[in-house]
Every structure is written in structure tokens, then in C-alpha cells.
């Protein structure tokens, strides 16, 4: 699978070229157009989450949608809810070189690219096998997508940032993570984020958006008087 983007860094559309038969996978929803003869299936069938259950997916596997290019090849164009950047992060398959993304920033990746929300160094961070990311790893690309704008932080071995959740995209496996309460006082949830910071030691990656779409939610529902929009 070949990634090309276009109309970043405002409305990021990205095209996924595919070769005869390969098969690719995105966030339910995001298809803008396809090629002729592509094929789409839905991962929605109680039977198969139940099994990709048992397969050590987790108690919530990551919805996505399965395109499949005809015997000719094709492509399919898949864009965000939200506006904004895009990111493509091509995995090798080497060990410790996945990433940690936040399930809403996940956009596309290659059928070759493996999703585990059930991945043991959740446990640290969470106390359970689920919460707001899931671990990527595998080979391929992997299309990343951002509220506003993208922020690449590089950060030296033993040097520290603290992140909020809502603006985090992800970060590269050799980074240590801390999760704590930004305030004692206010709302958390494990979920989704809400209320919660990272603590981040390098070396390696991390990636952040300039807007925090629970804020965008917030305002919404302010504005709209607590109705339901």
C-alpha cells in the first residue's frame, strides 16, 4: 500500500494505493471516494467481535472498515472527522518500533499493521487491557490523523514533557509514559481521557494536535443549551 495526501494541513484527504486484491483498513466512516470494483466490508457482526474477543483483541476491539482492491488494483480516499493534518508513519516490523496512538486519531493502515488494544504495557498506564489508545505495530503504513494542526515533539534521552490527552496524537514505543490526574478535584475517566495528563521521558517521538476535539464537544453542547445536536 502506497499513501499520498492532499489538502493538508487544513483538511487532509489521503489516497491508498493499492496493489491487485490487497486489502487495507480505516475508521468506520471515513471513505470519501474509491476506485471502481473495490470491495467494502464492515467489521460490525456480534460473532466476529466475539471472536477477535477470544483472539486477545480485548473487551472493545477497534471498529474499522475493510476495502479490498479488485484483481486490476485501486484506491480508496479516506478523510477525518475532524479537520485537520495528517501523518503517515511507515512501520518496519522491528521490534520496538510500534506506537501508542489515541483510538480517534487512528485513520488507515495497512492490512499487514496489527491494532492491540489489549497490549501489556496498557497495564501500567491504565490498571486494565483497554482505555483511549491502542498499540500499533506490525509493517506498513499507518495514517495518523490530527484536530488542527500536528506537532512532532523529538524529545533526548531523559528529557521530559507532560502532554494533555485530549491533544495527544501518539508516541513511539521507546518512550516511557505516566498517566496521572490533572487535578485531584476534577472530572477523570479512563476511557477517554478526560482530565488526565502523560508525563513522557525520552528518547523518541511524541505527536500532538493543536486542538482538543472534547473541547470542540464542550462547546458544542454549551452552545447548543444541552441539547443534542
Not at 486477545?56 to 484483481?71: C, E, I, K, L, M
Not at 496489527?114 to 483511549?132: E, M, Q, V
Not at 500532538?208 to 443549551?225: C, D, F, I, K, M
Request: net charge neutral.
Amino acid at each position: 500500500m502506497q499513501v499520498r495526501t492532499r489538502h493538508t494541513p487544513n483538511f487532509g484527504v489521503a489516497r491508498l494505493i493499492l496493489a491487485p486484491s490487497e486489502p487495507v483498513r480505516s475508521e468506520p466512516g471515513s471513505m470519501v471516494a474509491t476506485s471502481y470494483g473495490v470491495a467494502v466490508e464492515q467489521r460490525a457482526s456480534a460473532a466476529l467481535l466475539k471472536s477477535l474477543t477470544k483472539a486477545g483483541w480485548g473487551a472493545d476491539p477497534v471498529p474499522s472498515a475493510t476495502y479490498t482492491a479488485p484483481p486490476q488494483g485501486g484506491w480508496v480516499d479516506v478523510a477525518p472527522h475532524l479537520p485537520g493534518d495528517l501523518h503517515v508513519v511507515d512501520l518496519t516490523g522491528a521490534a520496538g518500533g510500534g506506537w501508542c496512538v489515541a483510538r480517534s486519531r487512528w485513520l488507515a493502515s495497512a492490512a499487514t499493521v496489527l491494532l492491540d488494544n489489549a497490549w501489556p504495557g496498557f497495564r501500567s498506564l491504565f490498571g486494565a487491557d483497554s482505555g483511549f489508545l491502542v498499540h500499533v505495530g506490525g509493517q506498513g503504513p499507518l495514517v495518523l490523523s490530527c484536530f488542527g494542526a500536528l506537532d512532532v515533539i523529538t524529545l533526548q534521552a531523559g528529557e521530559l514533557v507532560t502532554v494533555d490527552s485530549g491533544h495527544l496524537v501518539g508516541y513511539s514505543d521507546g518512550v516511557q509514559a505516566r498517566l496521572r490526574a490533572l487535578s485531584q478535584s476534577g472530572p477523570q475517566s479512563i476511557k477517554t481521557g478526560e482530565g488526565l495528563v502523560f508525563d513522557f521521558a525520552g528518547p523518541g517521538e511524541v505527536l500532538t494536535q493543536t486542538r482538543n476535539p472534547r473541547t470542540l464537544a464542550s462547546s458544542l453542547h454549551s452552545a447548543g443549551g444541552g441539547s443534542r445536536l
